[in-house]
């Protein structure tokens, strides 16, 4: 997994736990990497799972709420990042349709080996947007998350709905339907 993934974490914890609650979490996690994480690096999915089972102990939240809060984070910090991906899209609906057509695509030419989920999407009727999310790592919560996030993005009024599908967490549907 990139480290980019674990340096947002850790500064997510930082923002809304503190900075001790972070150094707590990855003293109490038994991390091969020692916790000492580059964004331009590769890590081990399993650390990403022992810092937040580590954070959930500590806080006494549960992990799906904080994978789903560090999937809003994550949105915003690409918000932030990369503004050039959100041209030409006015609402979360475009957007999210170009995430594995364009902004996986443009993942994988800076970091070749990045193991990116799949997202399949369609539109049954121009009110409701699908999307099948499929990922080995087991991060539908991140997802939701960053759908969640996206929707806040643009301001827009959407339900959204979740069935997850088997395994849990490793492949989901999405619907979300604009409401009046």
């Not at 930082?14 to 150094?23: G, H």
């Not at 069935?163 to 967490?169: A, Q, R, S």
């Amino acid at each position: 997994m990139k480290g980019v993934v674990f340096t947002e974490f850790l500064e997510m914890v930082d923002q809304a736990f503190s900075p001790e609650i972070t150094e707590s979490i990855v003293m109490d996690s038994d991390l091969k990497s020692g916790g000492a994480y580059t964004a331009v690096g590769t890590y081990d999915h399993g650390e990403i799972v022992a810092l937040v089972g580590a954070l959930s102990a500590k806080t006494r939240q549960a992990v799906p709420d904080l994978v789903k809060a560090f999937g809003q984070h994550l949105f915003n910090t690409f918000v932030k990042a990369h503004p050039d991906f959100f041209v030409g899209s006015s609402n979360a609906y475009d957007f999210l349709e170009k995430v594995d057509s364009y902004i996986h695509v443009e993942v994988r030419k800076l970091y070749p080996d990045a193991d990116l989920p799949s997202l399949t999407c369609s539109r049954p009727d121009p009110s409701t947007l699908v999307i099948d999310y499929a990922s080995e790592r087991g991060l539908a919560d991140l997802a939701h998350g960053l759908i969640d996030a996206c929707v806040n993005h643009f301001g827009e009024a959407v339900r959204l709905e979740r069935t997850d599908l088997d395994p849990p967490g490793t492949a989901a549907t999405f619907r979300l339907t604009r409401v009046n």
